[in-house]
């Protein structure tokens, strides 16, 4: 009963931060429709020990700051490389020279399709640069097809 009555609170607060209504009409109509989602929950028997893992709320005490904390830090470098005055995109070809510092080539799609003030100019570089990723990532499927292949006829008598 005591899980019951948690999962019924959470759902309650749940539904109260994400509709922000206090409204006593409102509010009752939303405790009634929480009241019924877990009724519907308990008859098709989907409450059990797995649906309020407590066992777990200490990890999720220390993932949910870290998370935070990265998601803050990914933010801020974003801006950052948004409102540099100059950005590390290289315009003249080759356009990788490997004595400078390159960039990830999806942060690369992404800067070249938000920065540029043309936007016209930029689409044929962001174009090429998805085209580049995309080959990459099919690349690297067919070799690992290829070594999945080769290392399963070499070990295909083999119990493991």
Known sequence: ??????????????????????????????????????????????????????HLLGGMLLYVPWLLYEIAKANLHVARV??????????????????????????HIYDVSMQSPNVEAAKPMAFATTLVLLLLVVLMNLAAIVVRRRLRRAYRGQSV
């Open 82 to 107: 948004i409102l540099a005055p100059s950005l590390p995109i290289d315009g003249h070809f080759p356009f990788m020279h490997l004595e400078r510092k390159f960039m990830h080539l999806g942060f």
């Open 1 to 54: 009963m005591a899980r019951v009555l948690g999962i019924l609170f959470w759902l309650v607060l749940a539904w109260l931060l994400w509709s922000g209504h206090l409204e006593p009409l409102i509010l009752g109509y939303g405790v009634a429709s929480c009241a019924l989602v877990l009724w519907l929950a308990l008859r098709m028997r989907l409450i059990d020990p797995e649906s309020a893992p407590r």
